[in-house]
């Protein structure tokens, strides 16, 4: 849950830029709001930059076309919604990624779903191959466990584990301590921060590891677009308790930093 949003005032000041890692724009929610609309409330929102991704991944095509200035696109391994949790046993989403990779550039494939052992399956195997193969990053959903096993597959993997995991501050800092091309989105959690001040265990984190994090909002389903642009004034007011540039950094330097490091092929 996101709490404190309705506190959030956009002030009169130069707004921060922000880039919001965690957006979706799946099949459910073409109708209700189509592509220029989207666009609109990302602007809103004062993003400079959004990572996009889809089920299917028309919806995140559809939005680059609009924007290919914001939009940074995603491959994420689903078809429709339901396939969370059927994707890595199932083959024909390897062909689809593939084909996928072959037509269009993407920075990362997911965000995908996938905890412990599940992660050592061949389906996920494959992808963590093609996201080497292509010099892009993973975006996982995942548990501690399975964050390990994608790194004990490939030390050299960039994965950015979205919403830290719904982990504590200390887990995130162990594992952002184990692994140097770990990054970690703070989309949909709410306790690094309230009423405009940073929780003091997770200010720790992030002076240790000021290159590393994101904001993001996921916007998993249709009525969370309604909070774009909330959670960007919300995550303006924390982010303005930080220093500047460990602030900017979250703000946007980090996603752009890897979402460049992953389209300059
Ligand atoms: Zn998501």
């Given at each position: ?38 666009i ?58 593939e ?29 963590v ?16 466990d ?14 950015l ?41 997770w200010?720790?984190?992030?002076l240790?590891f ?26 303006r ?11 900017e ?17």
């Amino acid at each position: 849950m996101i709490v404190g949003l309705s506190l959030a005032t956009p002030g009169a000041q130069v707004q921060i830029p922000l880039a919001d890692a965690h957006i979706h724009y799946s099949h459910d929610v073409w109708d209700m709001l189509p592509p220029a609309e989207a666009i609109k409330i990302l602007r809103k929102a004062g993003l400079k930059k959004a990572f996009v991704s889809s089920s299917s991944d028309e919806g995140t095509q559809m939005l680059y076309e609009q924007a290919p200035d914001l939009v940074v696109p995603v491959l994420r391994p689903y078809r429709r919604r339901g396939e969370i949790s059927s994707w890595y046993r199932d083959e024909t989403i390897v062909r689809m990624v593939e084909e996928r990779l072959a037509k269009n550039h993407y920075a990362g494939i997911g965000e995908f779903h996938v905890y412990g052992p599940d992660a050592d399956r061949p389906v996920v195997r494959r992808i963590v191959e093609l996201a080497a193969k292509y010099k892009i990053f993973l975006h996982a959903h995942s548990d501690i466990d399975a964050v390990d096993r994608i790194f004990a597959q490939n030390p050299e993997a960039r994965v950015l584990w979205a919403h830290s995991g719904f982990d504590s501050p200390e887990d995130v800092a162990m594992m952002l301590r184990k692994y140097k091309n770990l990054w970690a989105d703070l989309a949909f959690r709410s306790e690094h921060a309230s009423n405009g001040k940073v929780d003091p265990q997770w200010r720790k984190v992030f002076l240790e590891f000021p290159d590393r994090f994101m904001i993001g909002t996921d916007t998993y389903a249709p009525d969370r677009w309604y909070y774009v642009v909330k959670h960007a004034n919300w995550s303006r007011k924390w982010i303005a308790d930080l220093p500047r540039d460990v602030g900017e950094n979250i703000a946007h330097r980090n996603a752009e930093a890897l979402a460049q490091w992953a389209l300059q092929r």
